[in-house]
């Protein structure tokens, strides 16, 4: 495992990060739903794991283990989004078209 980070080590960050953007943007959609997203955020973060913290990449990354550390944040961060998507889209399959805006950000 090399200790140092290469641009695709940012670049898979980025992809973390780009995720929980989209994450908070439905989130919010799912508040306007009137969806009460304490509760099933709490389960979700749970069951997938929590959204990173704001700080740099150099700050919280595991450097003994840097290619499972960003797959592990990759796949918390997709399997929250996929959580939150199909929620959205079992409380109102309309929400198809709401989510695909999100999507378009």
């Known amino acids: 495992m090399s200790l140092f980070l290469g641009k695709i080590h940012y670049w898979l960050f980025n992809k973390v990060l780009w995720f929980e953007g989209l994450e908070g943007e439905i989130i919010k959609l799912a508040k306007d739903k009137g969806i009460d997203v304490e509760k099933l955020e709490a ?21 003994s283990n840097i290619h499972g550390w960003l ?12 959580a939150w998507t199909k929620l959205l889209i079992e409380a109102d399959e309309k929400n198809y078209k709401k989510l695909e805006e999100v999507y378009k950000i």
């Open 71 to 82: 797959q592990g944040q990759i796949h918390s961060a997709e399997r929250r989004m996929a």
């Open 43 to 63: 389960e979700i973060n749970s069951k997938y794991g929590v959204k990173t913290p704001n700080k740099n990449l150099e700050d919280m990354i595991d450097t």
